[in-house]
């Protein structure tokens, strides 16, 4: 089950979403941020909103990076073709990555400097996410057929940072419960399947791999 | 009668008063509302007799609903909204506290006696989560040190172990469980701790008994250590010559230890003590932060009780 490079033979596929489609779904994808934002505005998160506004947000970007990451293994193991929003997912996880830091600096340490260093320092939970963040970062940034021609094949292993980034938002994410419960075990183990799924692929070593890794 | 010199906090600490007062508002005037009507059901507020005992700081407590909805209380599930949602099902009396171990005198105590007592005090007290958010709430009941008495601790009790409540069949939490707690919930004090006048035995809040969600029928309240401490629903109360296991401590004993008294320079492995989140303001932009208080503000009452003691080793 191969993709045939698109251009003048063989069938041409859509890399991303049509222009149309693109107005609709990322505005969708960012309509939980705005009802978060709302319902903090409103006075509606709870006892605790800042924590709530804080997690919720996290929450999001590891459904999206798990979604951006299924969409792949989907693909080659039925056929199911969602290849196209993959840049939509793995933007929208980034997207939320970036409000949750934001969250976390700046309504949860309130940008104190003595804690938020200590925080990047010291406890590895919080490295954890960072590093996640920082490994998502140019990512978004080549997310565009403009840093894709640049790139050539280097852009496809810089894409491969996508792994080492959820591999640390999975442990980040476990760490950011006092104990295991349901729904960190749900969305860990299926954010593990997605990554060990791909491990014989690694192992044969194809470099050519397709769709794993692709400028998509 | 004594009174007590009492740290008083800064005034910026306190709920601000028109939020308190909005509040009372908007309690009385949602009397038929299903909010209220939930509240009630849960609370099965009885009404107590109580006059304020001493330690009762110039605070303002946090809104009742909140101290009501807002919980870790793992028996019922592991959200802060668990307790209250789902312990409509429990129905703790009657209930009979046991106190035993090395005692001259052990005990079956009634506690639905406890409630009609006419001894129950009111102690405003500050309340801080390990998780690094802090309430201020009025208890009712009674100092510990008044009950153990009434037991005649033998010379070679050195510990206090609590025991919780293990009824799985109206705590959901008991059933579908993650945590890997093994029930019941257990905690400890050293003996002097647990004699000190501040460590009270709470059978009400707010001048009501005890709400399901806040561990009716009655609970610890130790307001220098992190919130877990207060173990909730107690069942057993036993003398012991040794350090009794405490539920956190065996779950992560590198993040939650024996003693945990609050420290703003002892920091949880995850995340930093030095500052705390005030529950009340409702507010994502306004949210109020203040720096923790060592051992919550309680420093002069109880650190002569860890002197030449190394905190960051016994945390």
């Known amino acids: 089950m191969r993709i045939t490079e698109g251009s003048s033979k063989g069938k041409k596929l859509r890399y991303g979403v049509t222009k149309h489609w693109r107005f609709v779904l ?14 903090g505005i409103d006075g509606q998160l709870g006892a605790d909103p800042v924590n ?94 403009w840093a894709m021609r640049w790139l050539k094949r280097g852009w496809k292993r810089l894409h491969l940072l996508v792994f080492p980034a959820a591999l640390c938002a999975m442990v980040h994410f476990y760490l950011s419960f006092k104990t295991l419960n349901d729904m960190s075990a749900f969305y860990g183990a299926l954010m593990l399947c997605c990554i060990v799924v791909r491990v014989p692929k690694w192992m044969k070593g194809i470099r050519k791999t397709i769709p794993y890794g692709r400028a998509i | 009668m004594s009174r007590y010199d009492y740290p008083r906090p800064a005034q910026d600490e306190i709920t601000p008063r028109p939020l308190f007062l909005s509040r ?33 700081a110039a605070l303002t407590p946090t809104p009742r609903d909140d101290v009501q909805n807002y919980n870790n209380f793992y028996e019922f599930g592991m959200d802060k909204g668990d307790p209250a949602a789902r312990s409509g099902g429990y129905h703790p009396f009657p209930w009979t506290l046991e106190i035993s171990g090395l005692v001259q005198k052990p005990q079956q105590i009634d506690v639905a006696d406890l409630l009609r007592s006419a001894d129950l005090e009111e102690r405003l007290y500050r309340m801080r989560c390990v998780e690094a958010w802090s309430m201020v ?31 799985p069949s109206e705590m959901p939490g008991q059933r579908d469980d993650f945590s890997g707690i093994t029930w019941p919930y257990r905690e400890g004090l050293r003996l002097d701790e647990a004699l000190h006048p501040l460590t009270f035995l709470a059978v009400g809040a707010y001048g009501e008994s005890l709400p399901n969600a806040n561990g009716a029928p009655l609970r610890l309240v130790v307001p220098w250590k992190y919130g877990f ?65 060592m051992f919550n503000g309680y420093s002069e009452q109880v650190s002569s009780l860890y002197q030449g003691m190394d905190l960051r080793e016994d945390y």
């Open chain 1, 26 to 39: 990322y505005p969708l994808g960012l309509l939980p941020a705005l009802w978060l934002l709302k319902q």
């Open chain 1, 52 to 145: 709530v506004f804080e997690r919720e947000l996290g929450l999001w970007a590891f459904r999206f990076l798990v979604l951006c990451l299924c969409v792949a293994p989907l693909y080659a193991k039925t056929g199911l073709n969602f290849l196209r929003y993959r840049r939509l997912l793995g933007l929208l996880a980034f997207f939320y990555a970036s409000f949750h830091l934001v969250a976390y600096m700046g309504l949860d340490a309130g940008f104190n400097l003595s804690i938020l260093l200590k925080d990047m320092t010291h406890r590895p939970f919080t490295i954890l996410g960072m590093t996640a963040f920082t490994a998502l970062l140019p990512l978004a940034l080549t997310s565009n057929r």
């Open chain 2, 24 to 56: 009372r508002q908007i309690m009385a005037g949602i009397g038929a509302s299903a909010a209220s009507a939930l509240t009630r059901r849960v609370a099965e507020a009885d009404t107590l007799k109580t006059h304020p005992g001493p330690y009762s």
């Open chain 2, 137 to 167: 709430i009025p208890w009712n009941g009674l100092a510990l040190h008044k009950l153990l008495e009434r037991v005649e601790p033998l010379p070679q009790a050195r510990y206090v172990a609590f025991e919780s409540i293990v009824r």
């Open chain 2, 229 to 293: 401490k207060g173990i909730k629903a107690i069942r057993r109360i036993r003398l012991v010559a040794e350090p009794p296991p405490t539920t956190w401590n065996q779950l992560a004993p590198q993040e939650y230890g024996f003693y945990a008294n609050v420290n703003p320079e002892v920091d949880h492995p995850r995340w930093s003590q030095a500052q705390e989140r005030v529950i009340g303001s409702h507010s994502l932009f306004g949210e109020k932060r203040q720096p923790t208080l």
